[in-house]
């Protein structure tokens, strides 16, 4: 079958565990003769670049990090006439049998709008809230409007901006015939809002294990005057690293013959990592916590088998827990919030330890107990480990393709 898979970022250059997802899935979908090809946006790069199967060319509605208002009067309509454009020239080139929409935030979402109401057959893949939460612009100009220290001035602006997306329709209603969900959580979720979403599959999301083949659960803390804790991801106020830092703080407090080492994987925005150096700092860390940057996702099993505990701190309800499984079939105790999805994936005390979004004493007290509790230690890493494997990306690419074959042969277009 011929796929076209549309996607708002896309490897090397993507900002998470989605976008990762779908080059997987793509991969996959190849590997076994499909045809794929995907469009996405020029994110990370300075211009349109078409190569291999992939066309990097869509606009996203605004910057990762920023918002120009200016933008949106300016260039908002040129940019939504070559989306389009460029959905339609990819179709035409590729004939696709399904069209695929992936990873949505930040792209506009006319495209899946124009593509339901084409003859060619149309699914979704969702990771994460994004089809009942505000798209950029509305985002940005209601909030705005309501902001009470915004000037008259703007808040005029922001009511004309208001006005020219209702006018267009935008955002425009989509259909969600053929959805597939990453989580039970997301289904439950979106469905509140949507009630197409109730009879959404459920896919659940896939690490490649083999990448951990050969990696054991660790059944004992290596130095337990010296625990070895990791964090992985992207470097964000949401992710709740500050919480993750002032708990290694706090057990140094609770038990001072304890000095736990810290490594926090991944990057992101320089005023934030910014702020987490100087925490660092001032909470007399310096010589206990290390920064590596972003690293492959190759390199990420050899560092995590040197590790103790891997700790998922983040605040907000996630898709989906990458890193979770990823620290589960490297042989790790993990510890998470286990926000949205995170609870399908870790149970308390059974294959992990859970604790409260933003506790950084519960964490702290958490983390102290693991450490002085080994054979709680052994037990959760071979868990862990163990639960790893329902996690298997072979497994979500047999799921999607045959998602995908159902979708082409109930639409008829096979």
């Keep these: 079958m011929r796929f076209l898979f549309v996607s708002n970022f896309y490897p090397p250059h993507d900002i998470g565990g989605y976008e990762k997802h779908c080059y997987e899935v793509a991969n996959g979908l190849q590997h076994r003769g499909h045809t794929v090809r995907i469009l996405t946006s020029r994110y990370g790069v300075a211009h349109e670049i078409s190569n291999d199967r992939v066309l990097r060319t869509l606009y996203t509605e605004a910057q990762l990090d920023h918002y120009n208002p200016l933008d949106f009067f300016l260039c908002r309509r040129r940019h939504e006439k070559h989306n389009t454009q460029a959905l339609f020239a990819a179709c035409a080139e590729s004939n696709p049998d399904l069209i695929v929409f992936w990873g949505m935030w930040n792209l506009s979402r006319s495209l899946p709008a124009i ?23 509305t985002r940005y100009w209601q909030s705005l409007a309501e902001n009470q220290s915004t000037s008259m001035g703007l808040k005029v602006v922001a009511q004309i901006a208001q006005r020219i997306l209702r006018y267009q329709g935008y955002p425009p209603q989509l259909k969600f015939e053929h959805v597939a969900c990453g989580s039970l959580f997301l289904k439950q979720r979106i469905s509140e809002v949507l009630p197409a979403f109730e009879r959404a599959r459920i896919v659940l999301c896939g690490v490649d294990l083999n990448l951990f083949e050969g990696l054991t659960a660790h059944l004992q803390i290596e130095d337990v005057k010296a625990p070895r804790i990791v964090y992985v991801g992207a470097l964000s106020e949401q992710k709740g690293i500050q919480t993750l830092i002032q708990a290694i703080a706090t057990l140094v407090q609770l038990d001072p013959s304890i000095r736990p080492f810290l490594t926090i994987i ?25 920064f590596t940057g972003a690293v492959p996702k190759t390199q990420i099993p050899s560092l995590l088998k040197d590790q103790d505990i891997l700790i998922a701190p983040s605040i907000v309800e996630e898709g989906f827990g990458r890193v979770l499984v990823e620290g589960m079939a490297s042989g790790l105790v993990v510890l998470s919030t286990a926000t949205g999805a995170g609870g399908e994936i870790i149970q308390h005390e059974i294959n992990g330890l859970v604790f409260p979004p933003g506790d950084a004493d519960a964490l702290a007290h958490r983390l102290l107990h693991l450490v002085k509790n080994p054979a709680m230690y052994a037990r959760l890493a071979q868990a862990a480990k163990a639960s790893s494997a329902r996690f298997d990306l072979q497994r979500m690419i047999d799921e999607m393709e045959q998602f995908f074959l159902d979708v082409i042969a109930t639409t008829g277009c096979s």
């Design 266 to 290: 991944g990057a992101g925005q320089s005023d934030y990592e910014k702020q987490l150096h100087e925490m660092v700092q001032n909470l007399s860390l310096s010589n206990q916590a290390t």
């Design 115 to 137: 593509a339901e109401n084409t003859a060619t057959p149309v699914a979704y893949w969702v990771g994460d809230v994004w089809p009942i939460s505000s798209d950029m612009h």
